[in-house]
């Protein structure tokens, strides 16, 4: 499967901990993108990556959260101290940019649930 | 600040017949692009059709089809011959051509296909 993969898929913590997701983008792309999705709610962006570069973060983002991206190929998401309002759906996508064409190819997803 | 709003958190239909799913979005931006996204239960994001803002043609995909209107900022997604396979979250997305090219997502709208 050549396609955006997310490990671990479901990650359940006590508060307090913390966490560390993975997400591995299809192997051309330079852009790499992190969302956060609650219950009922569409994704909202987090922070994104162009090769190793982080360019952009959200303010959703915290102090307790912290992204890399060594060598511009796999993304880590790490949570510390993590809150019960971390609960939520953590997606990763890819996109290969060209010019103003940038589709951008979803992961499955982690699942956070915090205790 | 863009934002895209979806005021059908549900709908049904037959399986066979054509559905509607509504958007809207306010943006200031003349270039951009806008998305409908599917999200199956339990997998990943997959992109239906796509839609750029300078192009005054509406864009379709088989069974697949969309409503826009620049001026009223409105961006409907029509499907035709609705089949089982189809019953999913929808998210319309909108994003701009420049820097990060975030996704901006819509709370989305549950749909459901009665055989």
């Known amino acids: 499967d050549t396609g955006v993969s997310q490990d671990p898929r479901h990650k359940i913590t006590k508060r307090g901990q913390n966490v560390t997701f993975r997400c591995d983008p299809i192997?051309?792309?330079?852009?790499l993108y992190w969302y956060r999705q609650t219950l009922g709610q569409g994704p909202e962006f987090l922070t994104y990556f162009q090769n190793e570069a982080q360019l952009e973060k959200s303010r959703l983002l915290s102090d307790r959260f912290s992204a890399e991206r060594p060598k511009g190929s796999f993304s880590t998401l790490e949570i510390q101290r993590t809150e019960q309002g971390d609960s939520a759906m953590y997606l990763c996508a890819s996109s290969f940019q060209r010019e103003n064409l940038n589709e951008q190819f979803f992961g499955p997803g982690t699942r956070l649930t915090v205790l | 600040a863009q934002t895209v709003t979806q005021s059908q958190p549900e709908m049904s239909v037959q399986e066979a017949e054509t559905v509607t799913l509504s958007c809207t979005y306010d943006?200031?931006?003349?270039?951009?692009?806008l998305f409908w996204y599917k999200q199956p239960p339990s997998r990943q994001m997959i992109l239906v059709i796509r839609q750029e803002a300078y192009k005054q043609q509406n864009a379709t995909e088989n069974r697949f089809s969309v409503n826009f209107q620049k001026a009223a900022k409105s961006f409907s997604l029509k499907i035709s011959d609705s089949q089982l396979g189809d019953a999913a979250m929808y998210f319309c997305?909108?994003?701009?051509?420049?820097?990060?090219?975030?996704?901006?997502f819509g709370q989305g709208t549950r749909l459901t296909i009665n055989p």
């Open positions: 192997s051309e792309h330079n852009r």
């Open positions: 943006t200031s931006e003349s270039d951009y692009y």
């Open positions: 997305a909108y994003r701009i051509t420049g820097g990060a090219q975030k996704l901006v």
